[in-house]
């Protein structure tokens, strides 16, 4: 594979499909990660993230549709392996190895292998060089991983919840190490977690999955200025409803709380535009059921035209 090659998708998912007997996993996902972005994943707990992850690192094959991985389709592992650097959420290291050993396997194993940088970091992360992997802490581990997958030099990382064990401080190091790599390196990045805080402080692009589909997957900025929080009168709340689609609303005695989606400005003198913090849009994400979403969905087309509310 010609690493000069321009691809403009790091990643692109079409109708991608995982199923195991007649459990869906993963459905109808369409994904297109723009090269050089720092993606979050989120989702609800079997949302479909890890599935997504290892199919991406062609460690699955799709039951339905496809998925291309800079440009080639993920099963062609042969020809993707030395471009992808993937951290598993169980740690797939030797646990016998030392951390020393573990930099000669990653040193003649891979043909891009950075070894001044796997050095460093190790160095600054103070690990032990000479300490069997199996007697690392968990985050200890965790961070040999991710090293190994920098060092490799990849062209997109993908990383499956790889924050959970690692303290505050080692986690605010190796999220700056990360950053500054995507940005010198042009690498494409794809991190899953529960943190949303996490993700906010690194990421430029945000997919959020909720009951196997794709419920949105977009830039961050776009999505903060897609999505407007207002608040005003329940007896109105039926024509904002009508004008503009609404991806959650409650309702307290005559007050009406909304989100919504839509690239208009939305101006009405009985509603007031209140900050919006992602964790709202997030949440209210996640808190779409399945049956509820199937008629947003068709609602929030590009093609959605809304009708002025009076
Ligand atoms: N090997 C498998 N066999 C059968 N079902 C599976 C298998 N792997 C995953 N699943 C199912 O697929 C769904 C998606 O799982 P996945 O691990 O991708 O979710 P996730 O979003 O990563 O979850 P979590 O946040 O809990 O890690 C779940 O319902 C899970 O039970």
Sequence with gaps: MDR???VSNALHAQQLGK???AHWALRNCNIQLPRGCIAGLVGNNGAGKTTLLHLAAGLLRPSTGSIEVLGTPSHNMAMLLPHIGFV???CSLYRQFTVSETLIAGRKLNPTWDESLARSL???FKLPLKQTIGKLSGGQQALVAIIMALAKDPELLLLDEPFSNIDPLAKHEIGKVIMELAFERSLTILISSHVLADLEALCDYLII????QVRLADSIEHIMEQHKLLIGPSESFEAIATAYPV???????RQSTVLLRTDEAVSHPAWEQQDLALETVVLAYLATRESSWEAHASSILPSFQKEVFS
């Design 4 to 6: 000069g090659k321009v």
């Design 19 to 21: 199923r195991y007997g």
């Design 88 to 90: 598993a959420q169980e």
């Design 122 to 124: 190790v160095d600054r």
């Design 209 to 212: 999955l909720a009951a196997s």
């Design 247 to 253: 991806i959650q609303a409650s309702h307290t005695g």
